[in-house]
């Protein structure tokens, strides 16, 4: 028999401000200067991707685009690659939302990875266009890192909205 890695909770509704405070807690990490080093993950769009994935209704392109031009301002890079880039991503999670879900969360990871390095593709598409140099190997590594970190950003992710574990005998949920 395979194991299975998903739950049989029914979650709570996410609150707004949490994806809010989620959305700003990635884009801080991306505003560290530690951000531009080799293999580490683009915090911000692992965490559009997951909100465009598990709320599609309320996190999107609009999103994206967003939140893409304030990584455009932060990192001074060439307006609208970032932006560019999110909208790709955010339009394929939330696109691919119901299949991706479908899968327990170590496939979920396989199907994010090809979002992840479309994210990466995308940017450098539109850097070599404007004449900027290779960037190196490292800035491709980003994508492998951030798909080993889908299993624990879920859970982190997910967290505030598992119900507490008491069953009541009157109602069969």
């Known amino acids: 028999m395979q194991p299975t890695f998903s739950s049989s909770r029914i979650l709570l509704p996410v609150r707004p ?3 809010a405070l989620s959305v700003l807690a990635a884009l801080s990490l991306n505003y560290l200067p530690t951000s531009n080093w080799p293999g580490l993950p683009d915090w911000v769009a692992l965490t559009l991707i997951f909100w465009s994935v598990r709320e ?24 609208g ?5 999110y909208v790709f991503a955010s339009y394929g999670a939330s696109s691919l ?23 990466q593709l995308v940017q450098f598409g539109v850097r070599t266009l404007a004449g ?3 960037p190196g190997i490292g800035f491709f590594v980003g994508p492998f890192v951030a798909t080993a970190l889908w299993l624990p950003l879920t859970y982190l992710l997910l967290l505030p909205q598992y119900q507490p574990v008491v069953r009541d005998v009157n109602r069969p949920i």
Do not use: T
């Open 97 to 119: 939302a119901r299949r991706i879900l479908w899968f327990p969360l170590g496939q979920q990871a396989l199907h994010i990875f090809p979002l992840l390095l479309l994210v």
């Open 132 to 134: 900027a140099e290779f």
């Open 17 to 19: 401000w949490f994806i």
């Open 56 to 79: 599609s209704r309320r996190v999107g392109m609009g999103w994206g685009f967003i939140l893409g031009l304030a990584m455009d301002v932060a990192d001074a890079s060439l307006l």
């Open 81 to 85: 690659q970032h932006a560019l880039a």
